[in-house]
């Protein structure tokens, strides 16, 4: 079964310091994992995806399978990345189905 | 384009009534799906499409319908609202092949 933990409700750092938001996630096959963040009033938007290695955003996630975890970290945090942070996950062979973990609000302190 | 379209924004019911959340996309994308999000519970999936024709049950399938007669259309249907369904309900779709689903704006909806 696919499952997507995020253990942390609410993430409170200050402008400027390191951000790392936990994604574990449970799979048996091969997975697809994914960032998707909402900003408020808005709606939800793919951040960044495991497979394109990219950095949106200054943000970048590494996927470990062997930790089965797919952290999002930033270096330095900015007043504008306050928003709700959701991991994702879907099967390589079944990427109609996506299946999202709990959220974590990232609150940025100036 | 429109991106994907939900309407309406709000609704109100009352316990037992049913209705139809509508979605609407113009990418001409397979895939679509229903989420609903509740405080503290995340994006949970309520049923998803392959394509006109095919659907899926996701997570909390209970309490819902959906069919997908055309590429562009997936209603999600409400058959005998009770309110544990009030919640906030997204629509989203994606290429085939693709997982970067682009998300509609959200029905929020109050059962009383």
């Known amino acids: 079964a696919q499952r997507v933990t995020q253990p942390e409700k609410l993430l409170s750092v200050f402008k400027g310091a390191p951000v790392e938001l936990k994604c574990n996630y449970s799979?048996?096959?091969?997975?697809?994992l994914f960032w998707y963040v909402q900003y408020s009033r808005q709606r939800l938007q793919l951040l960044l995806r495991?497979?394109s290695r990219e950095s949106i955003k200054g943000f970048t996630a590494d996927l470990n399978k062997g930790e089965t975890s797919f952290h999002l970290k930033k270096p330095f945090a900015q007043e504008e990345d306050s928003a709700m942070y959701y991991c994702a996950l879907s099967g390589y062979s079944s990427a109609s189905k996506i299946i999202f973990g709990s959220g974590t609000r990232l609150s940025i302190r100036p | 384009n429109a991106g994907v379209t939900q309407t309406p924004k709000f609704q109100v019911l009352k316990t037992g009534q049913s209705m139809t959340l509508q979605c609407a996309q113009d990418m001409n994308h397979e895939y679509m799906s229903w989420y609903r999000q509740d405080p503290g519970m995340g994006l949970r999936l309520i049923h998803y499409s392959v394509g006109a024709g095919i659907t899926d049950q996701g997570e909390v399938p209970n309490g819902y319908n959906v069919s997908r007669s055309t590429t562009e259309d997936f209603p999600l249907r409400l058959l005998s609202a009770a309110p544990s369904q009030t919640s906030v309900y997204f629509c989203?779709?994606?290429?085939?092949?693709?997982?970067?689903?682009?998300f509609g704006s959200g029905t929020r909806l109050t059962v009383v």
């Open positions: 989203a779709s994606s290429p085939a092949g693709d997982h970067g689903y682009t």
């Open positions: 799979y048996s096959g091969s997975p697809e």
């Open positions: 495991h497979i």
